[in-house]
């Protein structure tokens, strides 16, 4: 009774609570598992309607004036000296890079927005500790489905690598995911100091590296240009 007693009276570090909270199965065992009825209806209604909305949906200006930025730069080197007038980090805009010249062209918003929104679904739903109804809402709330995983922007490729985070936070891929987040965006990375405050035992470890660059990268990346 007694060790009882002082276990339950020991101080619980926050980052230790959530290592608990965000105890998750892979996800490929999670899709094994869903053989509930209720299950497969969330998850297809959730991917029918975000495509339909994805794929109706008319990209604003500041859409496409991203894809011709990331299309039309002879070269990465040109591609971010476009983007120190923009005053955005470079990895959105490669990526959409990649896209329009892996064959998407035109088409490579869509494409862009449709890969980040099924991979947020997919990890969102593989939050098997959490109930259904509430990571369904968490994928129909209005952020989410339409400022996010619709409208292609940064934030669509940002989401998805926070959820990432959140999903592997007891993986080594935690450390690579959390590198990539000052990239996306400065509120992403103001995101990635938050989960890291919560990991700050960690911090001066060498695992860190990854994150310290990329925010040096991001920083250099929007100074803006002498002209």
Known sequence: ITAEVVQLNMPVDLSTRLDSLFEFECIGLWWGK???????????FIVV????????????????????IAA???????????????GHPPLWYIFLRVIALAGGGVLALKIAATLCALITIFIVLSFTNQPLWLRVCVLLSEP?????????RSGSLGI???FAVVRFW???AFWVLI???????????????VFLSL???????WRIAPWFISGVVAAVSVIPPSD
């Open 34 to 44: 869903m053989k509930l009825k209720d299950d497969w209806l969330a998850c297809s």
């Open 49 to 68: 309607l975000q495509l339909s909305l994805i794929w109706s949906h008319v990209a604003w200006q500041d859409e496409w004036q991203a894809l011709q």
């Open 72 to 86: 039309s730069s002879p070269n990465l080197t040109s591609l971010v000296e476009h983007l120190r007038y923009e």
């Open 144 to 152: 989410i489905l339409f400022e996010f995983n619709t409208i292609s």
């Open 160 to 162: 998805m690598i926070i």
């Open 170 to 172: 007891n993986n080594r």
């Open 179 to 193: 590198g990539l987040l000052p990239l996306t965006d400065f509120l992403f990375g103001l995101v990635s100091v």
């Open 199 to 205: 990991r700050w035992r960690e911090i001066f470890h």
